[in-house]
């Protein structure tokens, strides 16, 4: 009976030490080079072991998968896409799928920009699925569960980390998500009386100020003549917005006649608001909105050093018309 004993404790004791010796082997690989790894969201243990050997580690999935299993931290295993360098092992495989430590790269979105410039900024970011890559408008936010919706500036600008493989629907759900929540914490600290009645008109309002302002300090104060218009039943006449409205058409220089040109966007021929934003606000144009600046100004004109000239009067912005934009004819 002892020497039956004594074989299972040295039989124990071999499997112990080989189990040992295969955790901190290095794993092979079809080539020298790193090999990529991408677990996907909700992926199980076993399915992340299977991805590891077909992704070209030359181990047993079903050992892989028992050593996640037995190590106790398989269900802390984070989804992203890896680079697994050659002569990991399993123990240095299973620490870096738990910390997360995934490829990530970087796209960034710019305050002012139309989901135009957006969606050239993802089809050229470094390897992002381009899954938006034929749809539409309307498809594309059916995708991400606002059909209806239109998607101007609903996308929050800012710098996104993604993983390398990661979907484009993923990043902008992502930043609509981040709009979502700046939005929502604007609209909650907006002045009383302000002639706004939803999140949405402070949205729209936002991005007309954002693509008015060419200096931070004038923000404010160009939201607070937009207020002031709205209040007065007065037309916004602003250029952006008529830019907007021609699309593809305008070539860099608004002529006369655009103005004239009625189109939902035209504030030169219809009243109030936009029907949508025509760009992404950020965080200052969208407290601006709701937050206008104090003044009886009513007209603002570029000086053409970034800054505006603001005027009560209609015969105050003439002078500065023709000071700052006809060199005082």
């Not at 239109?150 to 981040?178: K, N």
């Not at 699309?247 to 021929?269: I, S, V, W």
């Amino acid at each position: 009976m002892r020497r039956f004993f004594l074989v299972l404790i040295l039989v124990a004791a071999a499997v112990a030490g080989a189990a040992a010796w295969w955790l901190h082997a290095p794993m092979a690989s079809g080539s020298a080079a790193a090999i990529e790894l991408e677990v996907e969201p909700g992926a199980t243990p076993r399915a992340v072991a299977q991805a590891a050997a077909q992704a070209g580690l030359q181990v047993p999935p079903r050992l892989l998968w028992l050593w996640f299993r037995l190590s106790g931290e398989d269900r802390l295993i984070k989804a992203g896409n890896y680079e697994i360098p050659a002569g990991t092992t399993p123990v240095q495989l299973l620490q870096k799928l738990v910390r997360g430590d995934a490829t990530m790269r970087t796209v960034t979105l710019i305050e002012g920009w139309n989901m135009r410039q957006v969606r050239a900024a993802l089809a050229h970011a470094d390897s992002l699925k381009p899954d938006t890559q034929g749809m539409d408008d309307a498809a594309l936010m059916a995708a991400l569960g606002r059909p209806g919706l239109s998607p101007e500036g609903r996308f929050f600008p800012d710098t996104y980390a993604y993983a390398r493989g990661s979907s484009d629907i993923a990043v902008l759900r992502r930043a609509m998500r981040q709009m979502d929540k700046r939005l929502d914490a604007a609209w909650a600290a907006r002045e009383p009386g302000l002639p706004l009645t939803s999140p949405e008109q402070a949205l729209t309002l936002a991005s007309l100020v954002e693509k008015e302002t060419g200096r931070a300090q004038d923000r404010a104060q160009i939201a607070g003549v937009f207020i002031n218009r709205l209040r007065a039943g007065m037309l916004l006449q602003t250029d952006p917005s008529v830019i907007y409205g021609l699309g593809a058409q305008f070539d860099g220089n608004l002529r006369k006649r655009d103005l004239q040109a009625d189109t939902p966007y035209n504030t030169y021929t219809r009243a109030g608001l936009p029907p949508t934003p025509i760009a992404m606000p950020g965080r200052a144009a969208l407290l601006a909105a709701v937050q206008p600046g104090s003044t009886k100004a009513l007209y603002f004109v570029a000086r053409g050093d970034g800054s505006s000239q603001f005027s009560a009067t209609l015969d105050e912005h003439n002078r500065a018309v023709n000071r700052y934009q006809r060199g005082g004819k």
